[in-house]
C-alpha cells in the first residue's frame, strides 16, 4: 500500500484530504449543521474516525467575531467553522466531498491552536 522502506506512513495519496469540506451525511444534525471539515493530518488516513469541525452557514447564526470560529467563503456564501464543537465522524459518514478550505489553513490552524493551548 505505497509505504516508503523506511517507514509505516502511508505515502499514497489519499481520497480524504486534511481541509475537505463535506456534507454532513447525519440526518439528525444535518440542518443545524450542514457541513463538516475534516482536520485531521493526512497520514492519519487508515483511521475510521476523522476529527471534524461544523461549518455553518453564517446568516443562520448570530456573527460572533472570535479566533475561534473562522470566517470562510463555501459555494459562494460566508460560513462559520465552529471549532469549539470538534467532534469524531466515522469516515463512513463522510461520502460527499464539497469542497476544500486550504486556503484557510492559517485561520484554521490559529483557531485550534487557540481552542487547545491559548496561543
Do not use: C
Not at 460566508?78 to 476544500?100: F, I, N, Q, Y
Amino acid at each position: 500500500m505505497g509505504r516508503s522502506l523506511n517507514s509505516s506512513v502511508n505515502t499514497m495519496s489519499a481520497a480524504m484530504v486534511q481541509f475537505d469540506v463535506f456534507v454532513n451525511s447525519i440526518a439528525a444534525t444535518r440542518r443545524a449543521y450542514p457541513f463538516v471539515v475534516a482536520l485531521q493530518a493526512n497520514f492519519a488516513q487508515d483511521a475510521r474516525v476523522q476529527i471534524v469541525a461544523p461549518v455553518v452557514p453564517l446568516r443562520s447564526i448570530p456573527k460572533v467575531i472570535s479566533r475561534l470560529t473562522p470566517i470562510v467563503a463555501l459555494d459562494g456564501a460566508e460560513h462559520m467553522v465552529l471549532v469549539p464543537a470538534l467532534t469524531g465522524m466515522s469516515v463512513r459518514d463522510l461520502k460527499e466531498r464539497r469542497a476544500s478550505l486550504s486556503s484557510a489553513r492559517s485561520e484554521l490552524l490559529a483557531a485550534i491552536d487557540f481552542l487547545f493551548f491559548g496561543v
